[in-house]
């Protein structure tokens, strides 16, 4: 059993650190990710989320995965691997705003 802190920040990153068989993991998370279903590929919207768990997911559930994180759909419970499980929870929209110049 892996106990998992997810700790957020202001900005919305996660730091999440993992302790498993003596262990101690940390990563790195990004507010959003894309939540990715094998069967769409990659055009997938980006997601706010939580993590839930650090075990091999099961199907149907949100793994993380990559150098650059986003979350795959497991496709059926033949994944081995122990990943983070997450969960999407808020729609993210991208906004640019326009400030003025300092003079």
Do not use: C
Not at 55 to 84: H, N, Q, T, W
């Amino acid at each position: 059993m892996a106990t998992v802190n997810d700790l957020q920040f202001p900005e919305g990153n996660h730091r999440v650190s993992v302790e498993h068989e003596g262990k101690r993991l940390t990563y790195a998370l990004p507010a959003t990710m894309p939540f990715i279903k094998h069967s769409e590929g990659m055009l997938a919207p980006r997601f706010f989320f939580d993590v839930v768990d650090y075990r091999a997911p099961k199907r149907g559930e949100f793994y993380v995965s990559g150098a650059v994180p986003e979350a795959y759909r497991a496709p059926s419970d033949g994944i081995r691997s122990m990943f983070l499980i997450v969960t999407p929870t808020d729609k993210a929209k991208q906004v640019t705003t326009w400030v003025r110049e300092g003079k």
